[in-house]
């Protein structure tokens, strides 16, 4: 129950560093490694010999070589040779369109044909060196929508995340939700309201005083097939808030690219842009250390409410205000899901 | 395939002491808390709201509050308030009848009409200081009945619990059996006989010789839903067995509340209960750790032998002079168990 | 589907030294232990009174006591005794026919009429002074017969054992591959190369250079119903290789005894026969740890070897030359599991 006709996050580079990596993308399995020059390549983790996973072998002079018998795989998914054997008669096996871009390895699972590495979202931030990005990557065992049901309603920063970033302000402030085309914005603005501890931290970094008050906001946008990115910050007292000046205020993004691995597992590839001393490698390590904690608060609930959830499978949950986001954002997949079962040759989620 | 309109042990009131407890009894999740003035209260495991464990939150003020986004949860099952929110239509969830008695919880997992808390049993040693008890609470992997069979057949002792409290003479020593009404007594008197090691302890707990010979008794009693009592203890031969006076014997009461969980695991509360020396507690420390060990015993045992079974599920298993506690048990619940089938709203197990 | 009315190896007799040992063979969850006199013996697992897996319990006497309620258990699958029991009518158990020999439990789990120990095949090695014997057990999770692939086709030790005995020359040499009644072989010879790490160390146990240049073959034996026997051995080049006389060549026989435990399981039972320096223990012991430090690496690539295929059942795999022996060892296996399918009642895997 997910778009396959669209791009979604593999992994990074660093993944496929000297060796290929094996993982499961919408229940393809899948082998990345560099092909020959060094560009991205994807196939099935499937050696067409005997079945094993070619993810457990090498990779040599740009092709992948089967760690079992040496069978040499290519980028394009044909045999290019195998000690002792002619291969052309070896059947093909899948490849995957694979593309590197903004420090992430991105990948089509659907229909091959219509691959378009054009249809990768832009993003203005990541290799551009006024901002930067620290990172990492949690496998959850959740359907992928409980992930945007929670990245679209921060009322729960307030229970799971309460020493960090959670406050009362963000409950007692409603949020307003609104529908563009495909994407959904879900934005809460609160006014005059002290800092919690990680805006504090924030604020010291952009050497403004930490002891508030401040301004906050958070204005979520999810865009398919699964990506949520949060603009999040907070701006001293009266300055304009989200508008305010840049020495005014402390600003970033939470980047959340929410990859299925199966119905009910993901690669959760979360983190955080800035704007602030983008040059400060030691703040980078410093707030991704500190965000990897507060996203690991996350795990447990959400297995924990899929088991429930697997355990009543016809219960109806309520749909209140706050869930106007994640709502919609489902519209917006099931919408997608029945054009792409419609017109499988049709890419709908670019 | 277990009664549900019956009161079982859930837990004991450590178990929610500043926090919510959840736990599984006969397939029904369910979070267990302090309600307002301090009462026991058991609601379903499943937030109304999004489905999140509810056991997960916290408590505050008498109400369970979700640990996901703040819904506050009502003894009777209603959402009291959640931020931002009117709950007055909020559907309710179910509530379970939940009793604190005797230092445990006892809980209602069938039709709540019926749970009524003057059946639960009668027990005069708790909360009664000429009594001590001390127990614990094991998670084993087994339909509940191996569990009553284990107990109402006490030669399993000389094998299972060869060191401590088994010897050659409970083999050896017939058992008799009979039923009165739901109760199944299984008993066995053996004289003149050497004090095993755990007796050996016992006796110099009440100042008598070790060194035997002694009488020795074992009453087993079975009560529905799955609780056993096993009356136990040794006197100095020819004082009268069972009934000599008490400074020629030591008496207690082993104690085993078993609960469901699900159709092949339990939650098995033992313990055992002396009137010798009530106020020792370093003495009541010492028995608990020696029958902690022994009860961990059998779990291997029960475990391996529930896996044998169900790889065997039509296979017939003998039933001896010895198994008669444990088939008795079993008729009266199979016997209980239609009644309950037949007339859903009526208390059968009481 | 595997073959039942065969022999397969079970264990060693240290596995029973004292005490009994609890395995499943082909599905058939099988207790062995030292019967009177002294002699192997095995019975189903699975006490007839409660279910109890009776390797569980102890051997007194030459017989199986079941650890629950003291039921001993005879050879022959019949009750010997109960405390406080008349055990004439106890049902009888399944029992197996098993036979020590060659340092191994021999076990044949199908039709008991059958089971003819002259069945057991010959090997000169075992109890031959001049032969040394090293091995050990290790159980993988995949189908028996991606085991045989593995062994009859040696092309991945340049891959999978790139560090101890793979070298390029393998992949680079064909292989010939013979059928000769229910017999499958497939050899390789090798001229002129340098020997690999291992065989260096055996050349140098062999008080021969280790240098090179060396011929070296591998003549790979498969015999139902899933045993593999490898021999193997460098000589100095040109001296007749595999003929050349005792003091130009290091020579053994690597030893599989594939034991289905599972359709998705095996007991592997490897080892290595040698005659050079029999008597030298150290370098038995040696040459088992190395072999097992090898065989230890085919694991994890069989084990997701096996889940690949499962997650595509029906999906073809190639079968090449070096595919051969594999190949024509399943068509073996298949030609005789149709037989054993079509007369029961006939030994057919001798």
Not at 168 to 196: A, L, N
Not at 304 to 319: G, S, V, W
Not at 320 to 337: E, F, K, P, T, W
């Amino acid at each position: 129950m997910f778009l396959k006709n669209t791009w979604y996050v593999a992994g990074t580079p660093q993944d496929i560093d000297g060796k290929p990596l094996g993982r499961t993308i919408c229940n393809e399995r899948i082998a990345f490694f560099r092909g020959e020059g060094g560009q991205v390549s994807a196939v099935e983790d499937f050696c067409p010999h005997r079945g094993a996973p070619l993810s457990l072998g090498f990779v040599r002079d740009g092709k992948l070589v089967c760690g079992y018998h040496g069978l040499e795989m290519g980028c394009e998914g044909k045999t290019i040779s195998m000690p002792g054997q002619r291969v052309r008669g070896f059947p093909a096996i899948k490849t995957y369109a694979a593309v590197e871009r903004y420090g992430f390895i991105w990948v089509w699972p659907g229909e091959q044909s219509l691959a378009d590495p054009a249809l990768i979202p832009e993003f203005e931030w990541f290799d551009n060196p006024a901002w930067a990005y620290g990172g990492g990557l949690y496998h959850i065992n959740c359907d992928y929508r409980l992930m945007i049901d929670n990245l679209m309603d921060l009322t729960h920063e307030t229970y799971v995340h309460s020493t960090s970033i959670g406050q009362k302000e963000i409950d007692e402030t409603p949020c307003t939700t609104k529908v563009e085309g495909d994407s959904v914005i879900t934005s809460r603005q609160m006014s005059g309201i002290q800092p919690p501890p990680f805006w504090q931290m924030a604020l010291r970094a952009n050497d403004l005083p930490d002891d508030g008050p401040v301004d906050r906001w958070q204005i979520c946008r999810f865009t398919p097939p699964s990506h949520v990115l949060i603009e999040v910050g907070v701006a001293l007292a009266g300055k304009g808030g989200y508008n305010a000046a840049p020495q005014d205020k402390a600003y970033s993004v939470v980047v959340d690219f929410i990859t299925p691995e199966t119905e009910t597992s993901i690669h959760y590839f979360w983190g955080m842009v800035r704007q602030f001393k983008p040059q400060d490698a030691a703040l980078t390590a410093s707030i991704r250390e500190g965000q990897g904690a507060i996203f690991a608060e996350d795990r447990e609930m959400l297995e924990r409410q899929q088991k429930n959830i697997l355990a009543q499978p016809d219960r109806q949950l309520l749909m209140l205000n706050i869930d106007a986001g994640g709502v919609q954002s489902r519209r917006v997949i099931d919408r997608l899901m029945a054009l792409e079962r419609a017109k499988p040759n049709t890419a709908v989620a670019a």
